[in-house]
């Protein structure tokens, strides 16, 4: 069984410090780890993915995130936070399938408050 | 783009009342998914179809079906609504082509049972 941990429920940074949300993973095989936003009384917004390659990927709105297999873990990072970064993130695994059926699980998500 | 269109955002219902929420996606996805969301909970997946008629219990499939008599309609149905499912309902689909595994949401509809 896939699980994804993502151990702070809220993380506080100030506006223009750098901002890491956390989040480990167990999955059976090789993993897509995808990063997701929320902003208040929205669905969720696709953010960045790692499928394979390069350990840290890069996605919308500066954000960035590093793979890293041996502590599994897939870090959400940002050099300089705005106080518009202030959402929800979700961490979310699916284990690699063949033929492209996807059952991805999901964290329970990290309140990100960035203070002015 | 892809749009994931929800119904309905907003809706208060008593208890015992049958809800039907809709969701209808313009992409041709085979997989369609219903996830609950709640505050410290995340979300857990309610029920998911990989194609027309076809469905698969999620991690939390009691109290509620789904019904996907199209390709591009999935439905959440509470039989009988209690005030535990006061909630908010996210659907979610993806198309088999994709070999990037991002899921396409809706923007929710935050249930609330009296």
């Known amino acids: 069984a896939q699980s994804v941990a993502q151990p702070e429920d809220q993380v506080n940074v100030a506006e223009g410090n750098p901002l890491t949300v956390k989040c480990t993973y167990s999955v059976s095989g090789n993993p897509y780890l995808f990063w997701y936003v929320q902003y208040p009384n929205r669905g969720l917004q696709f953010l960045l993915k790692y499928i394979t390659g390069d350990n840290l990927v890069k996605g919308s709105y500066g954000f960035e995130a590093e793979f890293n297999k041996s502590q599994t873990s897939f870090h959400l990072k940002k050099p300089s936070a705005l106080v518009s970064d202030s959402a929800l993130y979700f961490c979310a695994v699916s284990p690699f399938a063949s033929g492209g059926s996807y059952i991805p699980t999901f964290g329970r998500g990290t309140s990100l408050i960035v203070h002015p | 783009d892809v749009k994931v269109t929800q119904s309905s955002r907003y809706l208060v219902k008593r208890t015992g009342e049958k809800v039907f929420l809709e969701c209808v996606q313009d992409?041709?996805?085979?997989?369609m998914f219903w996830y609950r969301q709640d505050p410290g909970l995340g979300l857990r997946l309610i029920y998911f179809?990989?194609?027309?008629?076809?469905?698969e219990k999620g991690d939390i499939p009691e109290g509620y079906s789904v019904s996907r008599e199209k390709k591009e309609r999935f439905s959440l149905i509470l039989e009988s609504a209690s005030t535990n499912q006061t909630s908010m309902y996210l659907c979610a689909s993806i198309g088999l082509a994709e070999d990037t595994g991002e899921l396409f949401f809706g923007e929710g509809s935050r249930l609330t049972v009296l």
């Open positions: 179809s990989y194609d027309v008629k076809m469905k």
């Open positions: 992409m041709d996805h085979e997989n």
